[in-house]
Structure formats: structure tokens, C-alpha cells
């Protein structure tokens, strides 16, 4: 790139009117190369430079926009405020490039540059870089240095706190995955997600697994840890009824630990009240927590009793993957006095074909569907915004 070191004071260069004669022409590409070529860098043509980049950033020519904000920044006589304005232009061109070590390196040295001066644009321009950085460290799955970025920024707006929450979790089963795992730690990302997301229904579900891991069968110590995982759960799923279903597993394991399928009924019970009483009318009825219910009756009360609730079940079944469910559950013998001959396996064939194709999950952000759950959308990025479909 060429460019005039010097510029006659006062006077605007006639490849300035070019410039401007290409932008009323609508031909931008020359304008913008023109602009580039003809405007010298000084104090008052800054700003210029800088929305300049910026805009041939968003046209995607992130080369051109490294370049322009690397040529600000070669300028010895910037004053602290308008490099660190160039600076978070080009972390923004090194991020658009995926480029992401070199922006991390940039706003690295910027935080630690500003380090902890109090004025008001050193502070703005800090909580910029720092926001900068936690989307890049999400981006890298780096957890804890994500985590470690985000606590300045809490109290910016609620979603930190629940971006800090999402991140513990990470940490945390990080932490579990390892073999063996890596229980302290774990325990200790969860005690503080606790305390930075306080309403993070995933740390609470999170948190009551932890408590079962590593318990097996007819420990003594099962018990307390049982309790202590329930209580979790039943918290979850007062923050986030959707949450029902990734639960169930885990109050089933806690129950079969203890012994004692109460807390089972309870949670089961609860949560089908709550959906009936139309709380969360949107969630919809989750067959596995009526398969559950039925289950746990028919070892009380026996087969009848467990198939008659099925049956009445059928009556509230408002999509096709619970009635794909239920019938698969309702046994030939008793069906066929109500279905004719043949109708019962082919309903539960094809519904259950039918079922199948309808994934599980669903973005409420931009509609990304999956057969597990997601945390963060893999389409949209989004923390949280998974939805089951029932
Ligand atoms: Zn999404």
C-alpha cells in the first residue's frame, strides 16, 4: 500500500474528491482502496482510518483491515487512548481470521499495559479486551482461563454471571473425565460456580452428580452424599422444569444408591404436576417420567395397575414421539381387545419411525436441532438456549 507521508496542511488531497467520487458512484472497492492510499496518517484523520478498517473488516477483507490498523499502530506518537482503540480494532480483524493466538497475545499485553488505571477510557477500553478475550477463550474451549476473564465482568449484565456458571460446569466435568477422576477439583469449580451463578440451573445438576460420583452399591457413605445429590436435582428443576428429562437418569442412580424409590415417585410426581397445573405449558409431557411413575407402580402394585395408568395416560398425548413411546410400553395382549389384529405393531412401527426422525433437543435461538443436548449451541453459540422436545 502506498501512501503519502505527508500531507499539505489545510488542504485536502484531490485523490480525496476521488475518493468521494467512487463512493457517490456506488463503486465502494475503489473508494475504499483510494481512501487508504490517499489519506495520511495523523491526529485528524484517526478516526477515519479507524472506521475505515473497521467497515473493510465487515466487507470480509480482514487483510486489508489488519494492515490499515497495524500501519495506526506504527505510530509512535499515539496517545494511550487511541492505541488502545486500534488495538481492539485489530484483535477484532485477528479474531474475524481466526487468527486467534495473535489476538489473544494483543489483548494480553493490552490488559496488562492498562493494568489497573482507573481513568474512565482506560476502564472501557479494558472491559472491551476483556470481553474480546472470553469470547475467544469460549471459542478454544479454555475454561479456565475463560473463567478467569469473566469475573471483572459480572456485573456488566446478567449474562456473565450465566456465562461464568456455564464455564465452572465445563471445568468441573473436565475435571470428572479424567481417569481416574479428578474429584477435588471438580468439587471446587462447582463451589464456585455456585457462588458466581447462584441461579445456574446446570451447576445445581451439575453439582448433584458430582455428589454420585464415585459412590457404588451398599456404601456406607451413600446415604448423606444421596441426600445431598436430591437436593440438587429438585433445585435444578425448580430453576428450569425443561430440565426434567436430563435429570431423571440421575434421581433414578441416586434413588438405587439409596434404596428407596421415594424420591423417585416425588420427583416424578412433582414434575407432572407441574406440567399439568400448566406452568410450563411449553415443555410439553415427558413419557420417560410416566414410564418411571409406571414403573415404580408396578413393583408396588403389580402389571394391571401399571398398564392401566399407561392406558389413561394415552388420553394426554399431545405429540407423536410420546405416543410412539407409550404404545411401544402397552402390551400386545391388552391393546388388542381395544386395536384390531395387526394395528398395535404397526402403529408402534411406524410411529416409531416417525418418532426417531424428531431429534430430542431444539435451540429456542436460531432452531439448531440434536439427539443430545447441547450447552452451548454448536450453530449459534448461544449458552442455555437448548430446548427439549417431548
Ligand atoms: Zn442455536
Given at each position: 500500500?502506498?501512501?503519502?507521508?505527508?500531507?499539505?496542511?489545510?488542504?485536502?488531497?484531490?485523490?480525496?474528491?476521488?475518493?468521494?467520487?467512487?463512493?457517490?458512484?456506488?463503486?465502494q472497492?475503489?473508494?475504499?482502496?483510494?481512501?487508504?492510499?490517499?489519506?495520511?496518517?495523523?491526529?485528524?484523520?484517526f478516526?477515519?482510518?479507524?472506521?475505515?478498517?473497521?467497515l473493510v473488516?465487515?466487507?470480509?477483507?480482514?487483510?486489508?483491515?489488519i494492515?490499515?490498523?497495524?500501519?495506526?499502530?506504527?505510530?509512535?506518537?499515539?496517545?494511550?487512548?487511541k492505541?488502545?482503540?486500534?488495538?481492539?480494532?485489530?484483535?477484532?480483524?485477528?479474531?474475524?481470521?481466526g487468527?486467534?493466538?495473535?489476538?489473544?497475545?494483543?489483548?494480553?499485553?493490552?490488559?496488562?499495559?492498562?493494568?489497573?488505571?482507573?481513568?474512565?477510557i482506560?476502564r472501557?477500553?479494558?472491559?472491551?479486551?476483556?470481553?474480546?478475550?472470553v469470547?475467544?477463550?469460549?471459542?478454544?474451549?479454555?475454561?479456565?482461563?475463560?473463567?478467569?476473564?469473566?469475573?471483572?465482568?459480572?456485573?456488566?449484565?446478567?449474562?456473565?454471571?450465566?456465562?461464568?456458571?456455564?464455564?465452572?460446569?465445563?471445568?468441573?466435568?473436565?475435571?470428572?473425565?479424567?481417569?481416574?477422576?479428578?474429584?477435588?477439583?471438580?468439587?471446587?469449580?462447582?463451589?464456585?460456580?455456585?457462588?458466581?451463578?447462584p441461579?445456574?440451573?446446570?451447576?445445581?445438576?451439575?453439582?448433584?452428580?458430582l455428589?454420585?460420583?464415585?459412590?457404588?452399591?451398599?456404601?456406607?457413605k451413600?446415604?448423606?452424599?444421596?441426600?445431598?445429590?436430591?437436593?440438587y436435582?429438585?433445585?435444578?428443576l425448580?430453576?428450569?422444569?425443561?430440565?426434567?428429562?436430563?435429570?431423571?437418569?440421575?434421581?433414578q442412580r441416586?434413588c438405587?444408591?439409596?434404596?428407596?424409590?421415594?424420591?423417585l415417585?416425588?420427583?416424578?410426581?412433582?414434575?407432572?404436576?407441574?406440567?399439568?397445573d400448566?406452568?410450563?405449558?411449553?415443555?410439553?409431557?415427558?413419557?420417560?417420567?410416566?414410564?418411571?411413575?409406571?414403573?415404580?407402580l408396578?413393583?408396588s402394585?403389580?402389571?394391571?395397575?401399571?398398564?392401566?395408568?399407561?392406558?389413561?395416560?394415552?388420553g394426554?398425548?399431545t405429540?407423536?414421539?410420546?405416543?410412539?413411546?407409550?404404545?411401544?410400553?402397552?402390551?400386545?395382549?391388552?391393546?388388542?381387545?381395544?386395536?384390531?389384529?395387526?394395528?398395535?405393531?404397526?402403529?408402534?412401527?411406524?410411529?416409531?419411525?416417525?418418532?426417531?426422525s424428531?431429534?430430542?433437543?431444539?435451540?429456542?435461538?436460531?432452531?439448531?436441532?440434536?439427539?443430545?443436548?447441547?450447552?452451548?449451541?454448536?450453530?449459534?453459540?448461544?449458552w442455555?438456549?437448548?430446548?427439549?422436545?417431548?
Amino acid at each position: 500500500m502506498q501512501r503519502r507521508a505527508t500531507r499539505r496542511s489545510g488542504r485536502l488531497d484531490p485523490g480525496f474528491y476521488q475518493s468521494i467520487n467512487y463512493l457517490l458512484n456506488d463503486e465502494q472497492d475503489l473508494a475504499v482502496d483510494s481512501l487508504i492510499e490517499q489519506l495520511g496518517i495523523d491526529e485528524s484523520t484517526f478516526d477515519t482510518y479507524l472506521a475505515l478498517g473497521a467497515l473493510v473488516r465487515r466487507r470480509g477483507e480482514v487483510d486489508k483491515a489488519i494492515n490499515i490498523h497495524q500501519n495506526l499502530l506504527a505510530r509512535p506518537d499515539l496517545s494511550p487512548t487511541k492505541r488502545a482503540q486500534a488495538e481492539l480494532e485489530l484483535a477484532n480483524d485477528y479474531l474475524g481470521a481466526g487468527l486467534l493466538g495473535r489476538a489473544e497475545q494483543l489483548l494480553v499485553e493490552m490488559l496488562a499495559r492498562i493494568g489497573s488505571a482507573r481513568d474512565e477510557i482506560s476502564r472501557k477500553a479494558k472491559q472491551q479486551a476483556q470481553v474480546l478475550l472470553v469470547g475467544l477463550y469460549e471459542r478454544e474451549s479454555d475454561w479456565a482461563n475463560a473463567l478467569k476473564v469473566v469475573k471483572p465482568l459480572l456485573k456488566l449484565a446478567p449474562a456473565y454471571p450465566v456465562l461464568a456458571g456455564h464455564f465452572c460446569c465445563e471445568l468441573a466435568l473436565e475435571q470428572l473425565a479424567q481417569a481416574p477422576p479428578a474429584l477435588a477439583g471438580a468439587k471446587q469449580a462447582l463451589a464456585e460456580g455456585r457462588k458466581l451463578a447462584p441461579d445456574s440451573a446446570r451447576v445445581a445438576l451439575v453439582s448433584g452428580r458430582l455428589e454420585l460420583a464415585g459412590l457404588s452399591e451398599g456404601d456406607a457413605k451413600n446415604k448423606s452424599a444421596c441426600k445431598a445429590a436430591l437436593k440438587y436435582f429438585n433445585r435444578a428443576l425448580a430453576l428450569d422444569a425443561d430440565l426434567a428429562l436430563d435429570l431423571l437418569p440421575y434421581v433414578q442412580r441416586a434413588c438405587e444408591l439409596l434404596g428407596d424409590n421415594a424420591p423417585l415417585a416425588k420427583f416424578a410426581s412433582s414434575t407432572l404436576d407441574s406440567l399439568a397445573d400448566g406452568a410450563e405449558s411449553n415443555t410439553g409431557m415427558p413419557v420417560q417420567l410416566l414410564l418411571a411413575q409406571a414403573e415404580l407402580l408396578r413393583s408396588s402394585d403389580g402389571d394391571a395397575a401399571a398398564h392401566a395408568m399407561l392406558l389413561s395416560a394415552l388420553g394426554q398425548v399431545t405429540s407423536v414421539k410420546q405416543l410412539s413411546a407409550l404404545l411401544a410400553h402397552l402390551d400386545v395382549e391388552t391393546l388388542s381387545t381395544a386395536l384390531p389384529a395387526g394395528l398395535h405393531e404397526t402403529l408402534v412401527q411406524h410411529l416409531g419411525d416417525l418418532a426417531e426422525s424428531i431429534r430430542d433437543f431444539r435451540c429456542s435461538n436460531c432452531g439448531f436441532s440434536s439427539s443430545t443436548r447441547h450447552w452451548r449451541c454448536p450453530s449459534c453459540q448461544q449458552w442455555g438456549e437448548g430446548r427439549a422436545v417431548v
